[in-house]
């Protein structure tokens, strides 16, 4: 029964209506919404005041190209409603009593469809008929008042609507940018499968933490190095690079780069600019996979050990350590501080949504740790008990600042407070030679829904999106100054922050 | 929308088995002409839904698995039948292997060399049976996000069979399978439908289940496995034990199951290509729905299975073809990196030790007197089977197998409710819309009804004076003569409907008849057949008596045909083509007598 049509074409009435009441009479035009049954008479009148004054007209012009403009109506719509509108006027001028007349314009229209319509026949009220027939006939001005009818009752929610508040927080909306992607949908065609796991398991968390993303990329970079085959009149040197490419912005797409997946994709470009155009396919290909194998060992694998082993030196018999989420270096250095059968405590705090110190927690305590969990706002209760504070890093910017999870930075704070040693422990391969002074330009804002409990609609958080003056702020990570923490613990040996862009330059001309 | 966007290839292979169709025996009495992957449903082949789903998601490496009788027909339409022709390319590979008979059971399937050599990834099996308005890239998403390897031992990629899986894939416990499975009860329900019995617990998984998912995401219907069986297993366990016995390892190991008896298989499987290793090495696995996933949801709890099942060779045989290989001899970093713990959203298994494997290099400098060495005997991790069970939602999508002639006739006349894309537009159209509800408005006599928001009229169709056409789909080349009414029937392809006949919820085989006056209720007839003038009947299957493959039964159909083709094109006049109907419908019936 064509239904999708009827709403369509009376929006465009609707929209026609109210808008010339407010260009002759913007404060009528509310109470002709409001009131249904005057709301004709007041077009008649507004018409009138419109042809009376001209000066009108012209801001009317200059309105309607304005709502056109915002509506972004194509020529046809524009052609249909000003057709409607006059069509409208028209019918107005006709009817005086415009409820009576409604009426009988709607039987008329009715028994017109029956006669006609014989093949559309079926179990159909008379209203529907006359719907089915106003869409298949529109030059006939008989019907215009049925058309102009639910205009009128439609017109009242978007007058009464408000501005849609933005759930954007002003301080942090540099920082919002594109939602992340959440399906594959849409993706290049040039983006290897392995990829597209990856950018989804990475915005689902699945793989979370700055070493562990920058391990995935690489080993699936080296599936897609593996899978690749240089096309003809092209040298792998170049074309590879490009190929990379969309592997990435698909990666940036489902979540922006992490510090050291950046420096693991900066040195994988040179690595692959640097490979001798004459090499072999082949030969090119394996070369660059066991450059990444040995990346992976170099700046990560044999890095963690040796953190672990040199970090695992400062936890002595007695202590207790307090840890912040989950960091995978910190985790090696308490397992590996167990292994040498010292005896210490552990005390994990964690945060919401993501409560990634609940898996540390497990980790240890099945391994036979003594553990003690709290989230942070039990902080300042936990630092009373802990001797040392061992960090994890998403990166160490190159004025001494450690960029990390979000609430690192009061957990150090804290911990200074209380005069307790704060150990960072951090891999090369973090380090940037950006600087940050605050968490304010430059962060990572996550989806502020993830906030909220999955299945439950009780809680007042639930539907913060219709609550009024209410926004979310979900972000990733915070900046602890250098003078909270003693000491980064690198592969490079133990360093004060302040020897960050030291290590960092011996880290990347190496 | 469905059509807006372009997928990018995911790696996937789909394997659509197209199956005897036992239940719907009425419309597939001769497989070999008219195999049940060509019954049309809503005026499209079976087939079509399948495939069109598999293009949708971005699937366009596909196999037909059909028994080598079927092959020829099946190849035949895929090259002519205007829908199927207007799928992208490239086209569907038809397997027919030797061995595979109408009987062959689906695992038994998947066994055939010819189909183990065909797969070379990650694949999905679908029946050609499905109907699916789900998105299914939003399935395949799920199961990259849950089940898809860690670090490149990522979703199906060609060619990648086991080697490179190290701690991320299999031997990490990942790169499981998922299956969908949906209710049966609700709207377009339809009595007697089979069910399967299914438990789940809550998703192990990395992922706090607290975390809202993304608007789109599957994830918070997905279940972990723990039982599945049909539902006529169940009744014969509960009949011969007077009880449902449950292991009490079950129950040790979850705390919380959910227990479905309404919901049915979709037969809808992600599997990892590893699975057709376990199939082809357990002889004894017959069906996939009931015995590889059935075992494989049970090896999940049941200590022992999943060695039984031969899952710690099959991971571990991926280990030494990587030492043979040696193109990674110095040891391949995936083998010391296990990402499953690295991540921060992940719970370290530090006492198996095998997750700081990374560690054990230098464990021997430092003495591992605290730690447990890693051993063979230790345990299994067996690779989760995930379920997706569809939410009974009137406004979910649609997801339903047709099977048996009631479904094709519930499911039939639900996809002609669908606006066409020339009503609601392109964008806005369901993915299974038709360009028109008619597609031949001409042929439609000036002074009959027809509802046009619950038909669907194919090409060709003529309905004659003062009929009433209503809740129906009817097929290409009917013919609908005067005064006649329909009320929720299907008709399939250049079907006769006699004057003054009335038909209520009778499915109508291809190139059959019916003689005017006729009554019929609920009533299905088989291909070519012609019910004779004045019948009332309600209920009643109404086909041939022969043995099939006989020569007279094929010659009256031949003739039946010829005959309502002529009658249609109005070269014979319909009175003798009803004479020569009831002539065969009474020599049918007479040698039907001494045989019963």
């Known amino acids: 029964m064509v239904p999708s049509e009827i709403p369509r074409e009376s929006l465009t009435t609707s929209a026609s209506l109210p808008e010339g009441n407010t260009s002759a009479n913007g404060t009528e035009a509310n109470s002709s919404n409001v009131d249904k049954s005057n709301g004709q008479t007041q077009t008649k009148e507004a018409n009138g005041a419109n042809g009376a004054n001209g000066t009108k007209e012209a801001a009317m012009v200059a309105e309607v190209a304005e709502v056109a403009k915002n509506e972004k109506l194509s020529g046809a719509e524009m052609k249909k409603r000003a057709k409607a509108e006059k069509a409208a006027r028209r019918a107005q001028e006709k009817q005086a009593p415009p409820p009576a007349a409604l009426v009988v314009k709607k039987i008329d229209g009715g028994e017109e469809a029956a006669k006609k319509g014989s093949t559309t026949a079926g179990p159909t009220t008379p209203g529907v008929k006359t719907q089915h027939k106003r869409t298949g006939s529109t030059n006939t001005t008989h019907h215009r008042p049925m058309v102009s009818r639910p205009a009128q009752s439609q017109a009242a929610p978007p007058a009464a609507q408000p501005k849609k508040e933005s759930k954007r927080v002003a301080l942090f909306g540099h920082l919002y940018g594109q939602p992340r992607r959440t399906t594959i949908a849409g993706a290049g065609k040039d983006v290897h499968p392995a990829v597209l796991a990856l950018g989804l398991q990475m915005s689902n968390y699945v793989i979370c933490g700055s070493s562990a993303r920058c391990v995935a990329t690489l080993l699936v970079f080296k599936r897609v190095i593996e899978s690749y085959i240089t096309p003809p009149q092209n040298s792998l040197p170049r074309h590879l690079a490009s190929h990379l490419s969309p592997q990435i912005d698909y990666l940036v797409s489902c979540r922006p780069l992490s510090v050291s997946m950046g420096n693991a994709i900066r040195w994988l470009k040179v690595e692959i600019s640097d490979v001798d155009p004459d090499t072999p396919e082949q030969s090119a290909k394996h070369d660059l996979c066991d450059a990444i194998d040995n990346f992976i060992r170099e700046r990560i694998t044999v890095a963690n050990q040796v953190i672990a082993l040199s970090a695992a030196e400062k936890v002595q018999d007695g202590d207790v350590i307090l840890t912040f989420a989950k960091s995978s270096i910190v985790q090696q250095t308490l397992v590996e501080a167990h292994r040498r059968r010292t005896k210490f405590r552990v005390i994990v705090i964690d945060s919401r949504p993501l409560f990634e110190g609940k898996h540390l927690a497990r980790a240890l305590a099945d391994l036979g740790l003594e553990v003690q969990y709290s989230l942070i706002h039990a902080i300042g209760h936990a630092v009373k008990d802990a001797t040392k504070v061992f960090l994890g890093a998403h990166a160490m910017m190159s004025n001494g600042r450690l960029y990390s999870r979000v609430g690192t930075a009061i957990v150090a704070m804290m911990a200074k407070e209380a005069d307790l040693p704060v150990i960072v422990c951090c891999e090369s391969v973090k380090f940037t030679d950006k600087v940050a002074l605050d968490s304010i330009v430059t962060n990572e804002v996550a989806p502020p829904d993830e906030l909220t409990i999955a299945g439950e609609n009780t809680t007042s958080l639930s539907k913060w999106g219709d609550t009024p003056n209410l926004q979310l702020l979900n972000l990733m990570y915070d900046v602890t100054p250098p003078e909270y923490i003693n000491m980064v613990v690198t592969e490079y040996g133990s360093q004060p922050p302040s020897s960050v862009p030291v290590v960092h330059r011996l880290s990347t001309n190496s | ?596």
């Open chain 2, 1 to 596: 929308m469905p059509h807006a966007q372009t997928m990018p290839p995911t790696g996937f292979q789909a394997l659509i088995l197209c199956g005897p169709g036992v239940s719907l025996n009425t419309f597939t009495s001769s497989p070999e002409e008219f195999p049940k992957a060509l019954i049309p449903i809503a005026n499209r082949p079976m087939i079509w839904y399948p495939l069109d789903w598999c293009y949708r998601m971005g699937i366009t490496n596909i196999h037909l698995v059909t028994p080598p009788s079927s092959a020829k027909a099946i190849e035949a339409a895929l090259s002519q039948n205007p829908h199927l022709t207007s799928l992208p390319l490239p086209t569907a590979d038809i397997l027919a292997p030797e061995a595979l008979s109408q009987n062959t059971p689906t695992a038994g399937i998947l066994r055939l060399p010819e189909v183990q050599a065909a797969i070379t990834g990650d694949f999905l099996v679908l029946p050609c049976d499905l109907m699916c308005e789900i998105a299914g890239e939003s399935l395949l998403e799920a199961w990259m996000i849950q089940e898809a390897g860690l670090g490149g031992a990522a979703a199906g990629i060609q060619d990648y069979l086991g080697p490179k899986m190290g701690l991320g894939g299999e031997r990490g416990g990942r790169r499981g399978g998922m299956g969908v499975w949906f209710q049966t009860k609700g709207e377009g329900s339809v009595k007697g439908e089979e069910t399967d019995f299914v438990a789940t617990t809550v998703l192990h998984s990395h992922i706090r289940p607290s975390l809202t998912p993304p608007e789109g995401s599957l994830r918070s219907h997905i279940a972990n496995l723990v039982y599945a069986t049909p539902t006529d297993t169940l009744n014969d366990i509960t009949e011969d034990k007077k009880s449902f016995p449950i292991r009490h390892g079950l129950i040790r190991k979850h705390g919380r199951i959910r227990m479905l008896t309404t919901h049915r298989d979709a037969h809808i499987y992600i599997f990892p290509h590893w699975v057709l290793e376990m199939i082809s090495r357990n002889e004894r696995l017959d069906s996939i729905s009931e015995d590889v996933v059935g075992m494989w949801a049970k090896a999940g709890w049941q200590d022992g299975l999943g060695d039984k099942l031969g899952l710690r060779e099959i991971f571990s045989v991926a280990e030494e073809k990587e030492g043979e290989n040696g193109s990674h001899s110095s040891g391949s970093v995936e083998d010391d990196l296990d990402l499953g713990s690295m991540t921060t959203t992940g719970t370290s298994d530090l006492k198996n030790g095998a997750n700081d494997a990374s560690l054990t290099g230098f464990a021997t400098r430092v003495g591992n007197s605290s730690m447990q060495q890693p051993s063979s005997s230790s345990k299994l991790t067996v690779p989760p089977m995930l379920a997706y069970i569809h939410p009974l939602d009137p406004a979910a999508p649609l997801i339903r197998r047709v099977d048996t002639a009631a479904l094709l006739l519930s499911v039939s006349l639900r996809l002609a409710k669908l606006g066409s894309i020339d009503e609601v537009g392109k964008p806005a159209s369901s993915p299974f819309a038709h360009a028109h509800k008619i597609a031949h408005p001409s042929g439609i006599a000036q002074r009959c009804t027809v509802t046009k928001n619950d038909c669907l009229l194919a090409e060709n169709v003529s309905v004659e004076e003062k009929c009433v056409v209503k809740e129906s789909v009817i097929g290409a080349s009917c013919t609908i003569k005067t005064g006649a009414r329909l009320t929720r029937c299907v008709l399939m392809d250049g079907v006769v409907v006699g004057e003054r006949c009335q038909l209520t919820g009778c499915i109508l085989g291809r190139r059959s008849g019916v003689g005017q006056g006729c009554v019929l209720k609920e009533c299905e007839l088989q291909e070519g057949y012609g019910v004779v003038e004045e019948t009332d009947a309600r209920g009643e299957k109404f086909m041939a008596v022969f043995p099939l493959p006989t020569l007279p039964y094929v010659a009256s159909i031949f003739i039946v045909n010829a005959l309502g083709h002529f009658t249609t094109s109005g070269k014979v006049p319909g009175h003798l083509y009803w004479a020569i109907i009831k002539a065969i419908n009474s020599l049918q019936h007479k040698l039907e007598k001494p045989r019963s």
